[in-house]
Nanobody, 123 residues
Framework: QVHVVESGGGLVQEGASLRLSCVASGRSVGHMAWFRQVPGNQRELVAQITSGGNTDYSDSGQGRFTISRDNARNTAWLQMNNLKPEDTADYYC???????????????????WGQGTQVTVSS
């Protein structure tokens, strides 16, 4: 079994930066990803990273966000810069034990999820 815990969310002003952390414990993991969800809306991918460090970003994550990881610590980070009010959401980390050759995999390939961390950006 894999336990996933996120941290680093908070309330910030527009233009600020935040760094979210995700720790997966129990097993060495493959892909790690960040999703976000606004209550009432569908969850959307922000960024994902393979065990080899290859990354994939959605349109919402491209440019201002950077995903990275440390395999030795089974940890991934999401560096978010120049935050905007539309970035306000609950951010979730997801991981899979499988190793996929492609950087881009779909949400259904992530069986393990954290409880989420809230990010609020005020204007």
């Amino acid at each position: 079994q894999v336990h996933v815990v996120e941290s680093g969310g908070g309330l910030v002003q527009e233009g600020a930066s935040l760094r979210l952390s995700c720790v997966a414990s129990g097993r060495s993991v493959g892909h790690m990803a960040w999703f976000r969800q606004v209550p009432g809306n569908q969850r959307e991918l922000v960024a994902q990273i393979t065990s080899g460090g290859n990354t994939d970003y959605s349109d919402s994550g491209q440019g201002r966000f950077t995903i990275s990881r440390d395999n030795a610590r089974n940890t991934a980070w999401l560096q978010m810069n120049n935050l905007k009010p539309e970035d306000t959401a609950d951010y979730y980390c997801a991981v899979t034990l499988r190793r996929f050759p492609a950087s881009r995999i779909t949400e259904r390939n992530y069986p393990y999820w954290g409880q989420g961390t809230q990010v609020t950006v005020s204007s």
